[in-house]
Nanobody
Framework: HVQLVESGGGLVQPGGSLRLSCVASGSLFSIYAMNWYRQAPGKQRELVATISSARNTNYADSVRGRFTISRDNGKDTVYLQMNSLKPEDTAVYYC?????????WGQGTQVTVSS
C-alpha cells in the first residue's frame, strides 16, 4: 500500500522561498518517477515538475528557473524547492507517483504567496 504525505506549505511573501517535501511509504521508491502538481482555485490541476528514477528533471515553463525538484531515495522523499515565489504560484501542491496500474496522490499542501 502506497501513501504519499506532503508537508512544507504555508504563507510566504512574494519573492520568498519554500521547500515542499513528500514522503512515500511502501517499497521500491527509487524505481518510480515522481511528480509535483498544483491546483489553484477555479483552475485545473497542472504538472509543475517531474523527476525520473535516473534523476532527470523537467519543469513547467511557468516555474522553470525558480523551482527545483529533487529526491532522496534513502529517505523515500521527493522535494520541491520553490524560490522567487509569485502570487500566481498560490495553489494546493500535490505529490504524485504514476505507475503502470494507477496514480497515487498525496493529500496536498497549501502554498499561499501574498503580501
Amino acid at each position: 500500500h502506497v501513501q504519499l504525505v506532503e508537508s512544507g506549505g504555508g504563507l510566504v511573501q512574494p519573492g520568498g522561498s519554500l521547500r515542499l517535501s513528500c514522503v512515500a511509504s511502501g517499497s521500491l521508491f527509487s524505481i518510480y518517477a515522481m511528480n509535483w502538481y498544483r491546483q489553484a482555485p477555479g483552475k485545473q490541476r497542472e504538472l509543475v515538475a517531474t523527476i525520473s528514477s535516473a534523476r532527470n528533471t523537467n519543469y513547467a515553463d511557468s516555474v522553470r528557473g525558480r523551482f527545483t525538484i529533487s529526491r532522496d531515495n534513502g529517505k523515500d522523499t521527493v522535494y520541491l524547492q520553490m524560490n522567487s515565489l509569485k502570487p500566481e504560484d498560490t495553489a494546493v501542491y500535490y505529490c504524485n507517483r504514476p505507475t503502470a496500474t494507477r496514480d497515487y496522490w498525496g493529500q496536498g499542501t497549501q502554498v499561499t504567496v501574498s503580501s
